[in-house]
């Protein structure tokens, strides 16, 4: 039996090949392609339970095959690059990735990673109903008024986080620490555009919240009403 499913998206034959090995030895079941073109159809054919993607791909970047990802399934991402600063660590992020990890990198590290996304996956096994929300943290799908809400893996991390401490104020740092296992920066603006970008999915006005508080020099606070479990 496999621990999941994973495909590699990076045209360094050798890393791939370094790779899959590697994370052969802890159960995954791994394939590696080289160029972006190909990796979308093998998505698209048969969606694996993680991506790796590298940045620095040739025709297309890893941030556009990112977005092209997301609109075909939920899989989480994790992006690599050798270029680490924090712009290019927020860009990740708005495309949707799940965690980035610059190189050259320690393989347990990124083991680690792998292991944290699919542990927060495998965890979910209840619906809960917030106002005109339903959430299903099993299928990890959300319905808003009826209808269905696309979010990343990341996106709905968050999105449990608030909605398990609903009413409490969240610090960004606790934020952080709830979201452990992306490489957080207390100084760059990754929550905040990762809270965004929920928002923006929720038809959320930041004037006018009806799920998510801003709380000035404090952090945020999810809100909302008529929360009940739903068999």
Known sequence: MTNGRILIIDDDEKLNALLREYLGQFGYETESVLSPGEGLQRI???CPDLVILDVMLPDMDGFEVCREIRKDCHVPVIMLTARGDVTDR????????DDYLPKPFEPRELVARIQAILRRQASRDDVVRVGGLIVNMDQQTVILKGEPVLL???????LAVFIRYR??????????DALRGLEWSAFDRSVDVLISRLRHKLNDDPRNPHWIRTIHGSGYKFIGDDDEPVS
């Open 44 to 46: 698209r054919r048969q």
């Open 90 to 97: 927020i860009v990740g992020l708005e495309m949707g990735a």
């Open 152 to 158: 990343t893996t990341l996106e709905f991390n968050l």
């Open 167 to 176: 009413g409490r104020v969240l610090s960004r740092d606790r934020i952080m």
